[in-house]
């Protein structure tokens, strides 16, 4: 088996499939990539046996066909330290020995057998629920909630994001108890309702390479697994199994207190008082009275504060609210336009922000943040 691949070219598909690698596998195996050349094609695989990545690239010149383990590690180090060239690879299918020719050099280095490499999980016939989409609308659903979602051993359901699909709409949900994101997209639509619970290391890996698929990708899932396939990239991942708890049932829907305020402004602000917080609790004030929002903080131990006013607009009563400056932080930089409306009821109800004037009409982004006490 033989053929010759660009460096650079291989190298980028290569990083992009090292994403799936543990650093710390049950099986050996699993510290490899499996190169398989088929019809003049290289399939390039990496697994954890819960997440499989496949590649493929045209390599330039090609002679017989096989498959073979190499050393990721090893593969990706060689191949850093390369300019631009194109690479002669050499297998030996008896002995798995690998020879790489260079323009000026000969490397040599022996893998494993690819047939001793998992297979990915095929999902059931009978069961498949299918959604043809714009890569858009994934890379938006997973890049807006993924920050939200928790890292809790106890309740795991709450460390993927759920993905829910209508006769009317694409939702995607994500919460650590703290925080909540609901991302829905109206121009995305199944036949029949379904949903499922998207784990965070495969929602990283589709937020990287979705952005490099040109037209519309495929999503397929039964109640155990999902696929994402587009040109160039096939995905398979398990899913997270359980119940995603009621989560419209903790967004509040009566919130008279309405503020409107600059997201940079308001952004840049929280920074910087946020230095004078305490270490551990990270509480910020937000007092509103008339259009003035005053944002302070302090923290008794070390006889420190900060507190500094921005220009708003109000409508409701006034209002000193308290909130997790790291979170408030998180949710605002995860909105694009350039002013953000809060929603209150009272300082012991969680707190609504909103894209003001989101320019796509089939984009509706809700989050969420619950207050902390304040100690008056």
Request: charged share 25%; net charge negative.
């Amino acid at each position: 088996m033989n053929f010759v691949v660009s460096s650079s070219a291989l190298l980028n598909r290569l990083q992009l499939v090292s994403k799936v690698v543990n650093s710390k596998n049950t099986l050996p195996i699993l510290d490899n990539f499996l190169l398989k050349l088929e019809d003049g094609v290289l399939k390039i695989t990496a697994s954890d046996l819960e997440t499989t990545l496949t590649t493929d690239i045209t390599p330039d010149v090609v002679d017989g066909e096989g498959m073979i383990a190499i050393d990721a590690k090893k593969i990706l180090e060689i191949l850093k330290e390369f300019p631009e060239q194109p690479l002669t690879f050499q297998v030996d299918m008896d002995s798995f020995q690998v020879e790489i020719k260079s323009e000026k050099g000969l490397f040599s280095l022996v893998g494993q057998n690819g047939e001793d490499f998992p297979q990915a999980t095929q999902l059931k016939a009978d069961q498949v629920n299918r959604i043809d989409l714009l890569p858009e609308i994934l890379f938006s659903g997973i890049t807006s909630t993924l920050f939200a979602t928790a890292d809790d051993e106890l309740r795991p359901v709450m460390n993927g994001i759920l993905v829910e699909i209508s006769p009317d709409n694409m939702t995607f949900v994500a919460s650590d108890a703290h925080k909540l994101v609901r991302y829905i997209r109206k121009d995305a639509n199944a036949e029949s309702e379904a949903s499922f619970i998207l784990p965070k290391k495969p929602a990283g890996i589709l937020k990287n390479i979705v952005t490099k698929a040109d037209n519309e990708l495929t999503l397929e899932f039964d109640d155990k697994n999902a696929v994402f396939s587009f040109p160039g990239f096939y995905l398979v991942c398990r899913l997270v199994e359980g119940n995603y708890p009621s989560y419209n049932s903790v967004i509040p829907t009566e919130n008279p207190n309405r503020l409107t305020v600059d997201r940079v402004e308001l952004y840049n602000t929280l920074k910087r008082v946020s230095i004078f917080s305490n270490q551990a609790s990270n509480l910020v004030k937000l007092g509103i009275t008339g259009n003035q929002l005053s944002i302070s903080a302090q923290d008794i131990d070390y006889s420190i504060a900060a507190h500094e006013s921005l220009n708003c607009q109000y409508d409701g009563d006034e209002m000193t609210i308290g909130f997790k400056s790291l979170f408030l932080l998180e949710i605002l930089s995860n909105i694009g336009t350039e002013e953000v409306n809060v929603e209150m009821s009272d300082p012991t109800r969680a707190g609504i922000v909103l894209p003001k004037d989101n320019e796509n009409e089939d984009e509706d982004i809700l989050m969420l943040l619950m207050p902390m006490m304040i100690n008056n």
